[in-house]
């Protein structure tokens, strides 16, 4: 069984540009987070979508919005760069997003704004 | 508070060695405690976890001790290898969802 996906694995902005992150969950999977990881914040949740429909929102500005397709694969976009959203931006997909639920997660994307 | 604190930040240890990291939390909603590994380049694997209702759990070299009226939890890691060296992050979540929160981050070294 194939993993969860991530493309593309690195990307390059400069500020001001808009971005898509795409993400393939594991098959039968119709859960997927995301999370964004830096040096000086870690791990923090961005969002979760079940059923295409946003179930679970963290503390991001609205610049940060996402969006599932009918076949569970996910996509997040980030408009309006800024050089503090360089991260490695990390997606995850379990079976339904419920609780205790092992998440499994992809290799991520590394996004560099200049 | 949603708040879950790791420490240390890194660790040295020798091969075959215990290693030890430890979590503490605020939220008493939490019910679910993972631990995941992270290698340079790869995305989180979950390791093991563990529920409030048990005090520990053992797979292999790896436990995870909890101590739920001091809200705190801890990863051992028996007979470390190099192979462990990884960075290590504890979570918890609350029902009914799978969200984590996540702790800072532990990088271990294990040296041969």
């Known amino acids: 069984k194939a993993g969860v996906t991530q493309t593309p694995r690195y990307l390059i902005k400069t500020r001001g540009q808009q971005v898509t992150l795409s993400c393939s969950p594991i098959?039968?999977?119709?859960?997927v987070s995301w999370y964004q990881q830096t040096p000086g914040q870690g791990l923090q949740f961005l969002f979760e979508?079940?059923?295409?429909?946003?179930?679970n929102k963290g503390n991001f500005p609205g610049r940060f919005s996402g969006r599932q397709f009918s076949n569970s694969r996910s996509e997040m976009n980030v408009s309006t760069l800024e050089l503090g959203d360089s991260a490695l931006y990390l997606c995850?997909?379990?079976?339904?997003?419920?609780?205790?639920?092992?998440?499994?997660f992809g290799s991520g994307t590394q996004l560099s704004v200049l | 508070q949603q708040q879950v604190k790791q420490s240390p930040q890194s660790l040295i240890v020798q091969k075959g060695g215990i290693s030890i990291i430890n979590c503490a939390y605020e939220n008493t909603a939490f019910d679910y405690f993972p631990w995941y590994q992270q290698f340079p380049g790869k995305g989180p694997a979950l390791l093991i976890a563990i529920r409030p209702d048990v005090s520990e759990k053992k797979e292999g070299r790896f436990t995870i001790s909890f101590n739920k009226s001091a809200k705190q939890f801890s990863l051992h890691i028996m007979d470390s290898q190099p192979g462990d060296s990884a960075t290590y992050f504890c979570a918890a979540s609350k029902p009914p969802s799978s969200r984590l929160t996540f702790g800072e981050g532990t990088q271990l070294t294990v040296n041969p």
């Open positions: 979508y079940f059923s295409e429909t946003q179930r």
């Open positions: 098959s039968g999977h119709r859960s």
């Open positions: 995850a997909s379990s079976s339904t997003g419920g609780d205790n639920e092992k998440l499994f």
